[in-house]
């Protein structure tokens, strides 16, 4: 039997009264206090808006290290065709990568969303 696999998908909330989109989705808008939020799903395609690299391993606990050790990741912001940024970890071979502006996919919500450059994804499927 073959395994089917679902894009990841992120849902935001839109605001039936002002329309100010939401993530994660809230029961309440942040800009008209509004109750009447509908979920839908967001962009899977983005651009980096800015980011910074952890260099360094997070506490433990809840950090668990990896059994080959520490790699250092890039973490940052993703800005969306819809307006809104998430924050992310963003997956590259090599963090010149990810200029502000650079493209980016979509390729995991949990435990966090995570967003990969396109040259990686390229070398990684």
Known sequence: MGETHTAPALEAGRCSHCSTVAFPV?????RCAGTAMSPFTV??????WAYTVQR???KSPPYVPPPDGFSPFAVGYVELPEGIRIEAVLDCHDF???????P???VATVPVPRFATDAYLKETR
């Open 56 to 58: 360094f391993a997070p």
């Open 96 to 102: 010149d990568e990810l200029d502000d502006g650079a």
């Open 43 to 48: 962009s899977a395609r983005g651009t980096v």
């Open 104 to 106: 980016v996919t979509l």
């Open 26 to 30: 809230t029961r309440v808008c942040s």
